[in-house]
């Protein structure tokens, strides 16, 4: 690996933030506190800033500002303040002296001692956004425990991200005090109720005022939750008020305390699913006493005396303008701390399982590859992902050595990949795979994106180990490789909110009809599409677009569609051709091709937006589609289906934060352009003259 690795490191686009001259600084160290506390560090990055003084600390990103009170027991919130207009959420008291606990270990009345505190500027070597990161550190003696309070703030980012990192002293007992890590399940009179475990994030909101909570995740093994009855996201909103026992939520990534347009959201970054918690992802506890978050992410046996081992970390937000303002707030952090990377990230993947029936492992025959390049360059695909058969040993989760079975090793395919303009890809059973060999393939190819199948996390060790292998492997080639997280089958894995500084995540195999169930049907994949853009970043997001000619008419009514549809529902996305360029026929070969040079034109901007869903869900007889808000110019695209059963060739569609402007459209496959003005309810008409129809527009803000 080179050694100057971290200087080469391409800029990740973040607004207007700049990287450059961002170095580690250290601030000054707090003075040894005991329980009195003495808080006296300063630090800065842009409008992000931190000051403890006396007992008091306090940190803002520029957009929304903490502060926490030193009590000789930890660290408690005491305020969290909106600073675009001053609003305060902490009106209450804190019912804790601390954020955090340990039950049977660690409570309210376990004295505390600051060791110190430091405040420096990082990226997290590049793999996060520029933050401001402020970590204080705590002794437990009686508790024999040491803890890292560790705050970053992103310039202007709309929130903060919070996180544990804990660490034995000599003498702790993991197995002393009946210490709870994980949130309990337990009985009363007949009814099952959750006990919290260790809690990681605290805020002492008031659930006495006007509220709603609404809670969200999203469920693992998507590529089996296809059909409409199973879609992807799980969202419920919950009223009334106040709430006088702990309502407690098991399921969800995140919740948000709506106090009519505007309010409060936590989000956990852990690989918590709907139907997966995973290791240790703990819940939501709103009552009385404000809102809890539990789930440390290390069990009692894992803490260990050498070193400091973290907790899954929180993001606290502060939003406005209803939900389509939490989901800004959201995306906006996101984009934060999983800056989007588009040399490395941008491109349409093809991979050779599409056609699959049901197997794939005969596309990776080398004759088969070697033609399969210059169709997918002539259509203006990017990479060709050689998926499970390329390796020399074995097949699915038994394979290993991921070094090429090919009699010239790489030599011939990547001669005929350089000739076409198509850089590779390839698929990797994660667990089985060194990161000796997958450097050798990167040093042989020059770029390769993975996909990181077959994994299985059950432990802080395989988070701990898996994320190594990842930033061993990234920064031995940086910007030139990526990892495609695949969550696919009801494994502990990634979750949604976890891991994504590696790439992206595979969403949904899709197929030609076999196996049945996985058989491309349109609207139900637009569905899905639309209802992960909500709460999930679109750049993050690689997924499969199937031959709708090829399809089974038995089991789908994709044969309905054009190629251009429905290739057309990943534009916001990263496009992945999960089928054959050379079984193409020729007017579906010229209308992809079309689409691409229309896509590529614009490309770059979509995939730096922020993605949100407009229109309907889709259902097969609605208007949908997608907002994509620039990040580069003051306006963005919009990307329009009418489905196959709408019986409306003119529909108004409400745009989201373009209320009462003037905008531009421009129709980018015919050049017909159109200034309207977007009245107070953001609804603008628009026309499809055919069912199973799509408009791809851009619009600029005049």
């Not at 006007?210 to 992807?232: E, F, I, L, T």
């Not at 698929?427 to 060194?434: K, Y």
């Amino acid at each position: 690996m080179s050694t100057n690795i971290f200087f080469r490191r391409i800029v990740p686009i973040m607004g207007t933030l700049a990287l450059a001259g961002l170095s580690r600084q250290t601030g000054g160290a707090a003075e040894p506190a005991g329980a009195a506390g003495a808080m006296n560090v300063t630090g800065a990055l842009g409008p992000a800033r931190a000051a403890g003084s006396g007992n008091e600390l306090v940190v803002t990103t520029g957009r929304v500002e903490r502060k926490w009170r030193w009590t000789g027991k930890g660290l408690v919130t005491v305020g969290l303040r909106d600073v675009t207009d001053g609003k305060e959420w902490i009106t209450n008291a804190p019912a804790h002296a601390c954020d955090w606990n340990l039950p049977g270990a660690l409570a309210d009345g376990s004295d505390g001692e600051l060791v110190s505190q430091v405040v420096r500027t990082d990226d997290d070597d590049g793999f996060a956004g520029p933050h401001l990161e402020v970590i204080s550190t705590i002794r437990y003696a009686a508790a024999k425990l040491e803890f890292q309070h560790v705050i970053w703030a992103y310039p202007d980012a709309p929130g903060l991200r919070t996180q544990l990192r804990v660490q034995a002293l000599t003498g702790f007992d993991p197995k002393g005090g009946k210490l709870l890590a994980d949130d309990q399940q337990r009985t009363a009179y007949g009814a099952t109720l959750l006990t919290a475990g260790a809690r990681t994030e605290y805020l002492p909101l008031d659930f006495s005022a006007a509220n709603a909570r609404r809670y969200w995740g999203y469920y693992n093994d998507p590529g089996n939750r296809h059909d409409q009855s199973k879609d992807m996201l799980e969202e419920k909103v919950v009223r009334g008020f106040p709430i006088y026992q702990p309502e407690a939520v098991s399921w969800a990534s995140g919740e948000a305390v709506e106090y009519g347009d505007r309010g409060v959201a936590v989000v956990k970054e852990s690989p918590k699913c709907v139907n997966q918690p995973a290791h240790l992802t703990g819940g939501f506890f709103s009552g009385p006493q404000g809102l809890s978050v539990t789930g440390w992410g290390l069990a009692p046996d894992e803490i260990v005396t050498n070193r400091f081992r973290e907790c899954w970390a929180s993001w606290t937000m502060v939003f406005a303008g209803g939900n389509d303002g939490l989901q800004l707030a959201l995306k906006q952090f996101s984009r934060a701390r999983y800056p989007v990377f588009p040399a490395r990230d941008m491109f349409i993947l093809a991979n050779t399982w599409g056609p699959a029936n049901p197997g794939g492992a005969q596309f990776t025959d080398e004759k088969f590859v070697l033609k399969e390049i210059p169709a997918l360059a002539d259509l203006g695909v990017d990479v060709l992902q050689i998926d499970d058969g390329w390796q020399k040993n074995g097949g699915g989760s038994g394979a290993s050595v991921f070094l090429p079975k090919y009699r010239n090793g790489w030599k011939d395919i990547k001669a005929v990949a350089d000739k076409a303009g198509v850089r590779l890809g390839l698929w990797v059973a994660i667990r089985n795979a060194r990161v000796a060999d997958l450097a050798q393939d990167l040093d042989e190819l020059g770029f390769i994106s993975w996909k990181a199948d077959f994994d299985h996390l059950a432990s802080r060790s395989d988070y701990e180990a898996r994320t190594a292998s990842y930033r061993q492997v990234l920064k031995h080639a940086w910007m030139k490789t990526q990892f495609t997280l695949c969550p696919e089958y009801d494994d502990p894995r990634y979750g949604w909110y976890f891991a994504q500084e590696y790439g992206s995540i595979y969403f949904q195999n899709l197929q030609e009809g076999l196996p049945a169930h996985l058989t491309m049907v349109p609207f139900q994949v637009l569905r899905q599409h639309w209802l992960m853009a909500k709460y999930f970043p679109a750049d993050k997001l690689q997924v499969m677009l199937q031959n709708p000619k090829r399809t089974r008419q038995d089991l789908s009514d994709a044969w309905q569609h054009s190629h251009a549809y429905c290739f057309a529902m990943g534009l916001p996305f990263v496009p992945c051709f999960f089928q054959s360029a050379q079984y193409l026929d020729p007017d579906g070969r010229k209308e992809l091709g079309e689409l691409i040079r229309v896509y590529k034109n614009c490309r770059e901007d979509i995939f730096t937006s922020l993605t949100f869903p407009v229109g309907d869900l889709p259902d097969n007889a609605s208007w949908s589609g997608f907002q994509m808000v620039s990040q580069q110019r003051n306006g963005g695209h919009l990307l329009l289906f009418r489905e196959l059963h709408n019986a409306q060739p003119r529909q108004e569609v409400q745009l989201k934060f373009l209320a009462g402007k003037t905008i531009t459209l421009k129709n980018l496959e015919t050049g017909e352009e159109r200034r309207v003005r977007v009245p107070d309810n953001g609804n603008v008409g628009f026309e499809i003259n055919q069912p199973a129809g799509y408009r791809l527009y851009s619009y600029t803000v005049n």
